[in-house]
């Protein structure tokens, strides 16, 4: 039998695991016994794909079994009450889970490649975000950190089903009042400003650079000039999300509509296309690519300006002013519910969008399968 | 017709220019529209000028108000002009020296995010797992408002003494490794086939691999990422000072004109905060030049 | 838009009168591009008549101008001197009146269009009615045989089914005059031949005029009833070949001492017009 880096890699860790038994735990005696079994039972199964006679899918199976039974086992560990630095055999543990994890992603990362599964595909992203919260957990508890630096995940999840009223205003204040007005009149402004200056080459070579220029700038800087002129309320802050979507789009739109070959506009010309016929066929198809990228970049870029446009000023609602207040109140596991509503609505707007380029732009050479 | 002035009539300086001619008269316009009814309540309000005022007593007041609600250009340049040109730039109250504090904290971000997001892509360029793992979540990172978190981190760090630089530097290090990261694993993959079954017929390993052929072939793609990396630290740094009421820097000046109405000093410091911004990404473009001329890329 | 039929005998002549005036006259044609350094003459002096039926190739090698006359023709390029005339009327005004379909050297298909939707195109444009549209559709879908193909989308073809489609399309609004620039140019030599022999039955059952650009001395003897050799600085005519093979040819003809002998003069022709010739 030949022995493989990896074989040994895993010798060592199940060893270990084995020693993780014996150490101190800092606070708790002795493993309890439910949490003992359940470690002795992950680092079996997780050693049994060492073995070549198991099926590829068998082997990824297994161990991502062992590594969430390893998990469950030292989450268990740490709510008996292992806690602080000389908790050695907690440490020695939570290694050998960071092997456990990371044998499991990888073989999950071959199978995905192997199959070609689209599903497959999720499964590393998955393991490695449930894997981050888990250590969070297992870190911040293990540790004692202090709730006000860095908040276990338990507390978020609590701070969230708590506040969830105010979290739900917050979100309409910012998101729905603010953030969309903002980004349907930024963003269609600047395709409309983009489409029109199609045909005033002076003017597009005069907006261009400029567009380029303004887009490099810290425009959220112009927040309290906004609420100077538009008030406390969602308006200023639409105002502002406006002026960052603006630009953006503008260059996406002009540089889309220039995307065309010479080839391609010489053959609507021997059609003897007029303007409008040639702009509506064939160049604004074109340009869809770079208008949704402009899309998907102002999404991000308007959540963060409704937001942070509230620090300068805002009614007592929104999802700025509870960040800043829920701060200056050292409440930081609210601070963080407000970012993971801000983080999930932000995802499923960037997610919808990019739904929808791979609807309308299902021709493009990043996109489409070869029949 | 000389070529001098073709290339003026065909170029991108005539235009420009143009187009900011226009917008500087549009802002004088929309400074005499915006503030005049101030002043016209003003006027009626006194009984020498009560229905005795003209239209150039109009314009003339609306464009040199104390706090007027759209300072005119020039009210915006002698603000500069005395608090950049004629105070000592060490003085707090020169705009020099809060541009140079927000401007310090920003470059030790975008040094610290460009590393990290360089050393995060040659990673994920090597190791398989990780880019089944990591990139979906490094792409998902950016629909997190990370501004919006920079007043926790701020607070927080303050609270167990990390105060001054290094937070705000933090806050635009996040800001920049996104965009570096993503660009630089475009240029690291972006050698042809062709390229790579070229070198490896010459036997070449991993690392000789990388130094010879990925590591130049990146650069084309890796400046455009600084430059949008530069300009994000700025802004992080700027939104950095926001939270604690700095006494520091361009976004604590951005604050103070803004609680005490000082429209001015506003869109003084705006007016830097932009110059800052746009003289970075012309100092990573200038880097840029230099780089390709010596690599033989067109000038 | 008028109705684009025309009334054809048996043989394939049409029966009007317009059908004396020959499709392309260029009379001393001239073209000279300004460049930032000095001024370059793609075209000098070129007289060339072509008459309705021909197959007239233009041969040559880069920077002749084959393909900048073809752009002439097609009021895709304006001359600078010396006149032309394209069914008896200006360029512009052919090209306004959609007298003629272009075949470009890619094919120049619209990705988010079926095969189906690229070849009504120039339908739409027209403003034909969409059953009429469809009709046609089918009928030049069918006459390059890519019927079965109408849902599929350019990237799920062959380069040589693309140029098909091309092809086609510039069929789909029954032009009299076809204009091809090295439609094949970028497909392999056994797709070539094979294309070449469709353009050629193509040609015998439609009877229109087809002026095709190209630099294979074989492809353009094989297609051609009339062959011009052009050579560059300036982009001049050298030769015309008259070719006197029988109209329905087959690729065996390419073994036939007449085609040798053809293609013999036309490389004569195109040395001519390099300047070394060593005879």
């Not at chain 3, 036309?266 to 010739?277: F, I, Q």
């Amino acid at each position: 039998m030949k022995f493989r880096r990896g074989d040994i890699v895993l010798a060592v860790t199940v060893l270990a695991g084995a020693a993780a038994l014996f150490l101190p735990l800092g606070g708790v005696g002795l493993w309890p016994r439910a949490d003992m079994l359940l470690w002795i039972a992950a680092l079996i199964v997780a050693a049994l794909p060492a073995l070549d006679y198991l099926a590829r899918p068998i082997a990824a199976f297994l161990a991502l079994l062992g590594a969430v039974m390893a998990g469950a086992a030292l989450y268990g560990l740490i709510g008996a009450g292992a806690r602080g630095v000389h908790a050695y055999g907690l440490w020695l543990g939570v290694i050998v889970l960071v092997v456990l994890s990371w044998r499991a992603m990888a073989l999950s990362a071959a199978l995905a490649a192997a199959y070609k599964s689209n599903l497959l595909h999720l499964a590393a992203p998955i393991l490695l975000g449930v894997w981050t919260i888990f250590m969070w957990q297992v870190l911040t508890v293990g540790f004692d950190i202090p709730r006000v630096l860095l908040p276990p995940p338990s507390d978020i999840a609590a701070s969230m089903v708590a506040s969830s009223r105010d979290l739900a205003l917050d979100f309409v204040q910012t998101f729905i009042r603010a953030m969309i007005p903002g980004y349907v009149i930024g963003c269609g402004a600047g395709f409309i400003v983009g489409v029109l200056v199609d045909r005033v080459p002076f003017l597009q070579r005069g907006l261009l650079p400029l567009g380029n220029l303004v887009s490099a700038l810290p425009i959220v800087a112009v927040a309290p000039i906004m609420v100077m002129w538009f008030g406390f309320d969602w308006q200023s802050k639409a105002a502002v999300v406006v002026i960052m979507t603006f630009f953006p789009m503008l260059v996406s739109t002009i540089a889309g509509l220039a995307a065309l070959s010479r080839m391609e506009l010489d053959l609507m010309r021997t059609y003897a296309a007029t303007y409008g016929q040639t702009l509506w066929k064939a160049r604004l198809q074109a340009a869809m690519p770079f208008i949704f990228n402009a899309l998907k970049i102002n999404s991000t870029l308007a959540l963060i300006g409704a937001i942070v446009a509230e620090f300068f000023g805002t009614p007592v609602v929104g999802m700025g002013f509870r960040i800043s207040t829920e701060v200056g109140r050292m409440n930081i596991s609210m601070v963080w519910a407000t970012i993971v509503v801000a983080a999930v609505a932000g995802s499923a707007a960037y997610g919808a969008l990019a739904l929808m380029e791979r609807i309308v732009t299902f021709w493009h050479p990043s996109l489409r399968k070869v029949a | 017709m000389n070529s001098l002035a073709q290339r003026l009539r065909d170029g991108h300086a005539l235009p420009v220019l143009a187009i900011v001619a226009v917008l500087i008269a549009v802002w004088y316009l929309g400074a005499i529209w915006l503030n005049s009814q101030r002043i016209i309540d003003l006027y009626e309000a006194d009984e020498d000028m009560k229905g005795k005022w003209t239209t150039s007593d109009l314009i003339r007041d609306t464009l040199s108000m104390n706090r007027p609600v759209l300072p005119a250009p020039d009210q915006v340049v002698m603000e500069l002009d005395r608090s950049v040109l004629e105070v000592a730039p060490t003085s707090n109250r020169s705009l020099l020296y809060h541009a140079w504090v927000t401007l310090s904290a920003a470059l030790v971000g975008f040094g610290l995010g460009a590393l990290l997001g360089i050393a995060l892509a040659v990673a994920i360029v090597h190791v398989k797992t990780l880019e089944r793992a990591l990139m979906p979540w490094v792409i998902a990172s950016q629909t997190i408002p990370i501004l919006a978190i920079a007043p926790m981190i701020i607070v927080v760090l303050g609270s167990i003494g990390f105060v001054g630089l290094m937070p705000k530097a933090f806050i635009s290090a996040y800001l920049c490794f996104f965009p570096v990261t993503i660009g630089m694993v475009k240029g690291l993959t972006s050698p042809e086939p062709l390229q790579l079954d070229l070198i490896r017929t010459y036997s070449a390993n991993e690392g000789q691999i990388f130094r010879k052929l990925r590591w130049p072939a990146s650069f084309a793609f890796l400046f455009p990422s600084l430059k949008i990396a530069v300009a994000l630290a700025v802004v992080g740094a700027i939104v950095g000072e926001l939270p604690t009421g700095a006494a520091a820097g361009l976004g604590a000046r951005l604050l103070a004109g803004s609680y005490y109405g000082q429209t001015v000093q506003i869109w003084s410091a705006l007016v830097l905060a932009s110059l800052v911004a746009g003289l970075s990404v012309a100092a990573v473009g200038w880097a840029e030049r230099i780089t390709m001329r010596r690599m033989g890329g067109r000038a | 838009m008028a109705k684009i039929e025309r009334l054809r005998d048996r043989s394939g002549a049409e029966v009007s009168p317009a059908a004396r005036q020959p499709a392309v006259e260029v009379a001393g044609l001239n073209l000279v591009f300004q460049t930032a350094d000095t001024p370059v003459t793609a075209l000098s002096d070129i007289n060339l008549t072509v008459n309705k039926g021909d197959f007239v190739s233009l041969i040559g090698p880069s920077g002749c101008g084959k393909t900048t006359l073809l752009r002439v023709i097609a009021d895709l390029e304006r001359a600078t001197g010396g006149s032309i005339q394209v069914n008896g009327v200006s360029p512009e005004q052919a090209r306004l009146a959609r007298a003629y379909g272009y075949v470009f050297q890619a094919a120049a298909l619209y990705p988010w269009r079926s095969v189906l939707r690229n070849v009504t195109l120039p339908l739409e444009i027209m403003g034909l009615s969409r059953k009429e549209q469809l009709e046609r559709a089918a009928r030049v879908i069918e006459l390059v045989e890519l019927t079965g193909f109408e849902r599929k989308f350019p990237w799920q073809l062959s380069g040589g089914m693309q140029q098909r489609v091309s092809i086609a399309r510039a069929l789909s609004f029954d032009p009299d005059l076809l204009l091809m620039d090295e439609p094949f140019g970028a497909l392999d030599e056994i797709i070539r031949d094979r294309l070449n022999e469709q353009l050629l039955q193509l040609w015998e059952r439609t009877g229109k005029t087809v002026i095709f650009v190209t630099h294979s001395i074989p492809e353009a003897v094989f297609l051609s009833s009339r062959i011009v050799v052009m050579s560059p600085r300036p982009g001049r005519i050298v030769d015309i070949v008259e070719s006197d093979l029988p109209r329905d040819r087959n690729f065996e003809i390419r073994e036939d001492a007449r085609f040798a002998e053809i293609a013999h003069r036309v490389r004569l022709g195109l040395r001519a017009g390099h300047g070394d010739v060593d005879e």
